[in-house]
């Protein structure tokens, strides 16, 4: 029996500055697979007037290790930048390439439950089942046509109103009456 899980969300963040070039994010956790959901990237309020270059290092040793910028913040005219859309596996690393910062990189850390594909086969065979059962314990109404083209459900002891006793629910016949009496 596969056990369903909510994802686990939670904050991430760091600062990059002259002082702290490089922030990685790294998870050694087998049992979930991880995410970093970026979201902002601005500058602190103490940030020269200089271009601040950022760049995103994906993969780990030297050989492939690709170095991409993902943003260059200055003061004046770009101090933030919005990065929704951009989800990364780790392990990632953030760099400082040029500027002194500060630079903030805001971003939400997911981890989701790793299903193989038998527990994955399991569950939605186990959800076709119960929608069957759904559908079997439902009743069928039948649906006929009337004269004026209207469908209504068909009833065994189906009463015909005549004019004198209009209708208890509906739209018709039945609110002029009851609008007359008062």
């Known amino acids: 029996m596969s056990k369903t899980e909510k994802p686990l969300s939670t904050l991430w963040g760091c ?13 050694d956790d087998t049992n979930h697979q991880h995410q970093l959901a ?9 940030a020269k007037d200089e271009f601040n270059i950022v760049e995103l290092v994906t993969g780990e040793g030297s050989s492939s290790a690709k170095a991409v910028p993902i943003a260059t913040l200055h003061a004046k005219s770009m101090p933030t930048v ?12 953030f760099r400082l390439k040029h500027g002194s910062g500060p630079v903030y990189v805001g971003a939400e850390h997911v981890a989701l439950e790793e299903y193989s594909d038998e527990e994955l086969d399991e569950e939605m065979d ?13 009743p069928v109404k039948k649906v006929t046509k009337n004269g004026a083209g209207k469908r209504k459900p068909e009833k065994a002891d189906e009463e015909v109103s005549d004019g004198e006793n209009p209708p208890k629910k509906g739209k018709g016949r039945g609110r002029k ?3 007359a009496k008062v």
């Open 15 to 27: 600062e990059l500055s002259e002082s702290n070039k490089e922030e990685s994010f790294k998870t």
């Open 38 to 46: 970026l979201r902002t990237m601005c500058l602190g309020h103490t």
């Open 82 to 93: 919005n990065l929704s859309g951009l989800d990364l596996h780790p392990p990632v690393t």
């Open 126 to 138: 186990e959800e076709v089942e119960e929608e069957e059962e759904d559908i079997e314990e439902s």
């Open 177 to 179: 009456a009851q609008a």
